[in-house]
């Protein structure tokens, strides 16, 4: 498909509303916002619908991101003169470095994280497998989930780590074109650190065929058409899609 920036602006058009009803669907999971813990086939099931969500909006931002001329810039601990301090003599600048700014933000963890990690975690052959019994899916009231005979309940996990990363996709989703700019100063830094010889990622989030979530069980088969043609937008993006009108 070969788009243009009208093309470009219509993805975006379409799709906030799409990710603000997995935001929502996503919080109606949580039946009580105020408890310490949540069940976890609560959880389990609140983040097959956020790691898709988040997916989706990181995608969206770089195509805003990138909707206007990026500049490089040198990177946070390079001098004056651009060139790198004796401090930074790595030649690889790892992907934690990479995902923020390069000094200390105090902020950091309460900020909508802009980047996917590099690596893909696989399933250990150590982690047992879990049977589940029967479950009824009822949209908006989340699963009803019942152990199997015999089966010990698994137990609950904290509620604070889940309703905080909802409320930063909630942040994100009430002022998108802060966020890009956010990114738009990422994909500076980086542009900045390959200008003086460093090593970094080419991208901030994932290929298109590793996006998290992408595959997610929850998700309708509309929705996972319009993750696909966010991928395809963010990949065009990337590729100068914006300079093409």
């Not at 497998?129 to 199997?148: A, D, H, T």
């Not at 990114?183 to 065929?209: H, M, Q």
Request: proline letters at 11%; aromatic letters at 6%.
């Amino acid at each position: 498909m070969q788009f243009t920036p009208a093309l470009l602006l219509d993805l975006l058009a379409w799709n906030w509303p799409r990710v603000k009803k997995l935001a929502w669907w996503a919080r109606q999971l949580v039946k009580d916002p105020a408890a310490e813990m949540v069940a976890r086939h609560v959880h389990n099931e609140v983040l097959r619908i956020l790691r898709p969500a988040e997916s989706m909006v990181r995608r969206m931002l770089l195509i805003l991101a990138l909707k206007a001329p990026i500049s490089p810039v040198p990177p946070a601990n390079a001098g004056a003169s651009g060139q790198l301090s004796p401090k930074a003599n790595s030649p690889v600048l790892s992907a934690k470095a990479g995902t923020e700014a390069g000094a200390a933000n105090p902020n950091r963890a309460s900020q909508f994280l802009l980047t996917e990690p590099l690596t893909i975690r696989l399933p250990s052959d150590a982690t047992p497998f879990v049977k589940f019994g029967p479950r009824i899916f009822v949209f908006g009231s989340g699963m009803e989930w019942q152990p199997l005979p015999g089966e010990a309940p698994l137990p609950p996990l904290p509620a604070a780590p889940l309703l905080a990363r909802l409320s930063r996709l909630d942040a994100v989703l009430a002022e998108p074109d802060a966020h890009a700019a956010r990114l738009a100063r990422l994909i500076a830094r980086l542009r900045g650190a390959r200008e003086a010889g460093r090593l970094t990622r080419l991208s901030p989030i994932r290929p298109r065929s590793l996006m998290p979530g992408r595959a997610s069980r929850p998700l309708g088969e509309l929705t996972r058409s319009a993750i696909t043609y966010v991928c395809w937008g963010a990949d065009a993006a990337l590729e100068g899609a914006w300079d093409s009108g």
